[in-house]
Nanobody
Framework: QVRLLESGGGSVQPGGSLTLSCVTSGVTSTNLCLGWFRQAPGKEREGVASIDNYADTTYADSVKGRFTVSYDSAKRTLYLHLTSLKPEDTAKYYC????????????????????WGQGTQVAVSS
């Protein structure tokens, strides 16, 4: 059974940084697409970043240059390093996984992923 467990959320001031982690377990597929999504109150869930086992990455325009996605295959852990945080980054962040390469799906669309974590909250305010 695939399980994803996020951690690392918290409250920070604008301009601050956080690193989110997502530990994956039970993934047996050779290929893997991992994504970060976020959902703010009253808004739809949106794709933030993705990475696959070939280290191909994608980013939403709103986070390019500020967020970095990475995957440590030895630790089976997905990371999202958030810098230069803005109040509009406030949301619940979710990690997602699918047993295909990201090139085989649209990594920005949440319905493309089969597995989801429970989320971790990020709040940015002064």
């Amino acid at each position: 059974q695939v399980r994803l467990l996020e951690s690392g959320g918290g409250s920070v001031q604008p301009g601050g940084s956080l690193t989110l982690s997502c530990v994956t377990s039970g993934v047996t597929s050779t290929n893997l697409c991992l994504g970060w999504f976020r959902q703010a109150p009253g808004k739809e869930r949106e794709g933030v970043a993705s990475i696959d086992n070939y280290a191909d990455t994608t980013y939403a325009d709103s986070v390019k240059g500020r967020f970095t996605v990475s995957y440590d295959s030895a630790k089976r852990t997905l990371y999202l390093h958030l810098t230069s945080l803005k109040p509009e980054d406030t949301a619940k962040y979710y990690c997602a996984a699918d047993g295909r390469r990201c090139a085989g799906l649209d990594p920005r669309i949440d319905s493309e992923y089969n597995y989801w974590g429970q989320g971790t909250q990020v709040a940015v305010s002064s």
